[in-house]
């Protein structure tokens, strides 16, 4: 069984950063892409990046050139590195395991319980 745990959630105002963190247990965490989620009040959940073993990246339109996904393989865990956030940005964010990096969300088995990102205007 795989059990992801985000943590680095929290208030900023428009403008700051915030660095999230998810760690990863249960698997061989080194074989799989991991990818990051959000979910805002009353809207689905959408894909934000994601990144393979081999570090291949790819991101979600609304956050490239802001936002930075990287992975440490020795322990485990992912990162999603926020800068410039906007009110837009305020979400549950979740992380999820994944064969291969996609913006698919049905395509990642496992799910952390996600942890809050709020941006103040």
């Known amino acids: 069984q795989v059990q992801l745990v985000e943590s680095g959630g929290g208030l900023v105002q428009a403008g700051g950063s915030l660095r999230l963190s998810c760690a990863a247990s249960?698997?061989?965490?080194?074989?799989?892409?991991m990818g990051w989620f959000r979910q805002a009040p009353g809207k689905e959940r959408e894909f934000v990046a994601a990144?393979?073993?081999?570090?291949?990246?790819y991101y979600a339109d609304s956050v490239k050139g802001r936002f930075t996904i990287s992975r440490d393989n020795t322990k485990n865990t992912v990162y999603l590195q926020m800068n410039s956030l906007k009110p837009g940005d305020a979400a549950v964010y979740y992380c999820?395991?994944?064969?291969?990096?996609?913006?698919?969300?049905?395509?990642?088995?496992?799910w952390g319980q996600g942890t809050q990102v709020t941006v103040s205007s």
């Open positions: 999820a395991l994944a064969l291969r990096v996609t913006p698919v969300r049905d395509e990642y088995n496992y």
């Open positions: 990144i393979s073993w081999s570090l291949i990246t």
């Open positions: 249960g698997r061989t965490f080194n074989i799989y892409a």
